[in-house]
């Protein structure tokens, strides 16, 4: 035994004093000193068998709690602050995942709009309002689904509904895209709200992709639902101040009205999408 006074010194250097060792075992040692004890243990397995005369229990649930601290993930900083808000730990984890939310998807994000944002100033404000609204449809097209999110089988398993989890990584895409476009709208600032007109159709584009995903997959969806949005606006240029009839408040009503519609349809086919082989 190591007497209490001293910090026992011998051929292989420093060793804590039995005192040290009880009061680890009954797990009230406080940092610094119980970081020193525990790298210490780690690497002197004749302290580890000092150790195991104060109780084997103990020790051996004081290593599986150091095993769990070390495994245990480290929450970035969208899961922080997704907690911080208010977001359930299990929740925030589920959306932290979201690929679109990553760094990378957001910088390529902001680039579009302040290359669309740009074009719209030297050209018409219509390159802006018909592209602002894709980047959701896009983002909500890669938030969910085997073949584009690399935690699906983990969501798929997460004790949470599918279609709950869809619709909250739905939300969190659209909250990103909208701050990120409202932003880019600032640099129209002669246009006036027709710089808005994007808003209406980003929502009733993603709600129409979103009604259509358990029949063609959220790829597919998404691709259609763009080609036609592309082709409506193509369709309808030369109206209007927005440079489309699509901008106009009798274009934005119908939007509105289309995404109701597809809201309504959605609600309806909810259970659709707890079948994960509508996704593939």
Do not use: K
Not at 39 to 66: F, I, T
Not at 106 to 130: K, Y
Not at 148 to 175: G, K, W
């Amino acid at each position: 035994m190591i007497s209490e006074g001293e910090a026992a010194m011998d051929a292989t250097g420093w060793h804590p004093p039995d005192r040290e060792l009880r009061r680890y075992g009954e797990r009230v040692l406080v940092p610094p000193v119980l970081w020193s004890i525990e790298a210490h243990l780690a690497a002197c397995a004749q302290c580890r068998e000092r150790l195991a005369v104060v109780d084997p229990q103990v020790v051996r649930a004081g290593w599986a709690r150091l095993d769990a601290e070390l495994d245990a993930p480290v929450p970035g900083p969208v899961e922080r602050l997704l907690v911080r808000v208010g977001v359930a730990e299990h929740t925030a984890r589920l959306l932290a995942a979201t690929p679109v939310l990553r760094l990378s998807w957001l910088a390529a994000v902001v680039s579009t709009l302040a290359l669309v944002a740009l074009l719209a100033n030297l050209a018409h404000p219509v390159v802006f309002l018909a592209t602002a609204p894709l980047l959701p449809v896009g983002g909500v097209a890669l938030s969910f689904g085997p073949r584009v999110d690399p935690t699906y089988e983990i969501t798929v398993v997460a004790p949470m509904h599918t279609f709950r989890l869809l619709l909250l990584r739905c939300v969190a895409v659209l909250s990103a895209t909208t701050a990120l476009s409202a932003a880019a709208s600032l640099a129209l600032p002669d246009y006036g709200l027709v710089a808005l007109g994007w808003f209406l159709p980003a929502l009733a584009l993603t709600l129409l992709s979103l009604a259509l995903t358990p029949r063609l997959g959220p790829v597919l969806a998404a691709a259609s639902v763009g080609l036609g949005w592309i082709a409506l606006v193509t369709s309808t240029l030369g109206v209007g101040s927005g440079g489309s009839a699509v901008f106009v408040p009798a274009g934005q009503l119908a939007l509105a009205l289309a995404g109701a519609l597809a809201a309504l349809v959605l609600a309806r086919i909810r259970r659709a999408f707890e079948t994960p082989r509508r996704f593939w």
